[in-house]
């Protein structure tokens, strides 16, 4: 049983965990429509040239390049307007020397024209173009291939998709798309304390928080949380549910008797789950210093802190890059749910060979966000609700002072 003595940063923690387990490499296939959020199965190679022809990138008119080369807001250029291009068509009129045609934002460019005159640096009066700016070779024009070459990788294997590599598939024609499935996380709350949160508490009993701050967390990062409800502080209970929990879910978190009084037995119970069993027994972290981290039988198990606060941390550290390795994402590793530089607002106390999680609000009235720590009580749950993310004490850091810059967690 560890006393603590000898904890790991959270940093190796983490690191000797994702190198121990091994993603889902389950796979299914969704409509594109549905796939945001998803962790991509195959590397997309595009199989067409995009764009496949040569299109405008604004409204105005193409013309040759070399007929406006002279044009001037003084001195315009006259060009004589032969007609205009239409959308979704092949133009049928070329452009000739002193002449240009009427032209779209995405539209055909015309044989003859290397050029597009934007609307702005334009004066039409009947069917004449007064250029009034010069507009060099390639001029507002896409070239074919400019956005992809045919061949070239278009997205990676385990990449999470966003809107833009949706919009990215959808471009090379693909109305569905092969992802990795979702990774099943059982969560089991234990404590003789702990009741559910619909639950009317008696004298000394709580809520079960945890249960949903770390389903939320498992969903947040592309996960399937399951939630397999309370157990009492019973060793052959505890053992028991874990086991079935775990042996229908890819990773397993318990929250609670994480720590080592005599009353805290998660880590005996995950001792027992499979081999090789516990990596660590403690992180150098606050909030959050009573955590487990285990591999048992090839899948995670992670022993989570009871206090609210605490658990919710070491789910935002540990829990969700472990969901998003699971999950097949190339990205696992770092802070899911992206990180800003932020100044200081005030003096944070710490001490070095511990990584602080220090809730703050952002102020972003100045040139710079600022980051105002909310020191009192900050182990409390409605402390982080107040919050807008975490600032981080780094782990060699003994003191931060006011002014200083500092990465902050966002929620």
């Known amino acids: 049983m560890s006393d603590f003595s000898q904890v790991k940063p959270p940093s190796d923690a983490l690191a000797a965990l994702l190198a121990a387990a091994t993603p889902v490499e389950r796979a299914e296939t969704v409509p594109l429509h549905l796939a945001r959020g998803r962790v991509l199965d195959r590397t997309i190679v595009a199989a067409e ?103 070239a990788i278009a997205i990676a294997a385990g990449t999470r998709l966003d809107v833009a590599a949706l919009g990215g598939l959808a471009t090379l024609g693909y109305a569905t798309v092969a992802v990795r499935v979702r990774p099943r996380i059982a969560i089991l709350s234990t404590g003789d304390e702990v009741v559910p949160v619909d639950a009317a508490p008696r004298a000394a009993q709580v809520r079960d928080v945890n249960a949903v701050t770390v389903a939320a967390t498992v969903e947040a990062a592309g996960g399937v949380a399951l939630p ?3 157990v009492p502080d019973d060793m052959t209970a505890l053992t028991a549910r874990a086991r079935a929990a775990l042996a229908d879910a890819d990773a397993l978190v318990i929250s609670a008797g994480s720590s080592v009084s005599h009353r805290d037995i998660t880590a005996r119970v995950i001792a027992l789950l499979g081999a090789p069993g516990i990596l660590a027994h403690g992180i150098a972290i606050r909030p959050g210093k009573p955590t487990i981290v285990a591999l048992c039988d090839g899948k995670p198990v992670i022993g989570l802190p009871g206090n609210p606060a605490s658990a919710a941390v070491v789910a935002w550290r540990i829990v969700r890059p472990l969901v998003r390795m ?9 802070y899911a749910g992206g990180t800003l ?50 600032a981080i004490v780094p782990f060699e850091r003994e003191h931060l002072r006011a002014g200083e810059r500092v990465r902050v967690v966002v929620r």
Request: hydrophobic content about 40%; aromatic content about 4%; overall charge negative.
């Open 49 to 151: 040239t995009v764009p496949q022809f040569r299109r405008a990138l604004m409204d105005g008119f193409a013309v040759r390049a070399a007929d406006t080369l002279a044009a001037s807001g003084e001195a315009p250029v006259r060009l004589r307007l032969t007609g205009e291009v239409l959308m979704g068509t092949q133009p049928e009129l070329p452009v000739g020397p002193g002449e240009a045609l009427r032209i779209h934002t995405g539209a055909m460019l015309p044989a003859g024209a290397d050029a597009v005159v934007m609307l702005e640096d334009t004066d039409v009066t009947g069917d004449e173009v007064s250029v009034l700016a010069a507009a060099p070779p390639g001029d507002n024009v896409l070239l074919p291939g400019e956005d992809i070459q045919a061949g």
């Open 326 to 334: 699971l999950g097949g994402e190339h990205a696992a590793g770092g």
């Open 228 to 230: 397999g409800g309370i």
């Open 341 to 390: 530089d932020a100044l200081l607002g005030a003096d944070v106390p710490s001490r070095a060979g511990r990584e602080d999680y220090v809730p703050c609000r952002l102020d972003y009235s100045g040139d710079a966000p600022r980051a105002m720590p909310l020191l009192d009580e900050s182990n409390l749950i409605f402390t982080l609700v107040r919050s807008d993310g975490l």
